[in-house]
């Protein structure tokens, strides 16, 4: 397995898991100018990252890609504990971080610079910001007495801490989100973590 990643984007969450997974692997670090290469296109056409190469085979989309890893290796039980309220709990909870957390971010990445107004771009990022504080507290309010997001170790939270790395960056308000916290704290000291994070060079 070869993993594509740029440091601190959602594929560094693949990197996570790549480590807890304990399982042989090798990664290339790509940068947003070789992301747009024909060399990488030819890897992934749309330009980004993650994408896991195993043998011929490509597989692209970070959510699909954390359900392969932990369908290929389910003894380390990354998606519940194999019954089907849990999987869909685990489920859930990706989806809520692929599908509501991840593109709330986009006008904070430059997503309206289009817009050419500065007050209007400026009003695009307040908002995405107080999108992100509500979506953030729906976290908190599910970590309140857990370590983990579905209250076992799953797909979920790397992806979750990933996204919080980028709210501190960003400006967005975590205050007394105390759970959260609690929670990026945990991750942040988990050695899986630190050994992804130290080879992509954020740590």
Same mark, same amino acid.
């Given at each position: 397995?070869?993993?594509?990643?740029?440091?601190? =984007?959602?594929?560094?969450? @693949?990197?996570?898991?790549? $480590?807890?997974?304990?399982?042989?692997?090798?990664?290339?670090?790509?940068?947003?100018?070789?992301?747009?290469?024909?060399?990488?296109? *030819?890897?992934?056409?749309?330009?980004?990252?993650?994408?896991? $190469?195993?043998?011929?085979?490509?597989?692209? %989309?970070?959510?699909?890609?954390?359900?392969?890893?932990? @369908?290929?290796?389910?003894? *380390?039980?990354?998606?519940?504990?194999? #019954?089907? %309220?849990?999987?869909?709990?685990?489920?859930?909870?990706?989806?809520?971080?692929?599908?509501?957390?991840?593109?709330?971010?986009?006008? +904070?990445?430059?997503?309206?610079?289009?817009?050419?107004?500065? *007050? /209007?771009?400026?009003?695009?990022? /307040?908002? &995405?910001? /107080?999108?992100?504080?509500?979506?953030?507290?729906?976290?908190? =309010?599910? +970590?309140?007495?857990? @370590?983990?997001?579905?209250?076992?170790?799953?797909?979920? @939270?790397?992806?979750? !801490?990933?996204?919080?790395?980028? *709210?501190?960056?960003?400006?967005?308000?975590?205050? #007394? +989100?105390?759970?959260? &916290?609690? !929670?990026? /704290?945990?991750?942040?000291?988990? =050695? #899986?973590? %630190?050994?992804?994070?130290?080879?992509? #060079?954020?740590?």
């Amino acid at each position: 397995m070869k993993l594509y990643t740029s440091p601190g =984007a959602c594929s560094t969450a @693949d990197h996570i898991v790549l $480590q807890w997974l304990g399982q042989p692997y090798e990664f290339q670090i790509v940068t947003r100018e070789q992301r747009a290469t024909p060399e990488y296109r *030819a890897i992934n056409p749309s330009g980004a990252v993650p994408a896991l $190469q195993v043998g011929d085979w490509v597989l692209t %989309q970070n959510s699909a890609i954390l359900h392969y890893l932990t @369908d290929r290796f389910p003894e *380390a039980g990354l998606c519940g504990d194999g #019954g089907a %309220q849990s999987r869909a709990e685990v489920n859930r909870w990706l989806a809520f971080v692929n599908a509501d957390v991840h593109p709330a971010f986009k006008p +904070l990445f430059g997503a309206t610079h289009y817009l050419e107004d500065q *007050a /209007a771009i400026d009003k695009s990022h /307040a908002n &995405a910001r /107080a999108q992100l504080r509500g979506l953030f507290a729906n976290a908190d =309010a599910q +970590l309140e007495g857990k @370590d983990w997001i579905t209250g076992s170790r799953s797909i979920a @939270d790397p992806y979750l !801490f990933i996204t919080l790395q980028w *709210a501190k960056k960003t400006g967005v308000d975590l205050s #007394g +989100l105390d759970n959260l &916290a609690r !929670f990026d /704290a945990h991750m942040a000291n988990d =050695a #899986g973590v %630190q050994a992804a994070m130290k080879a992509e #060079g954020l740590i």
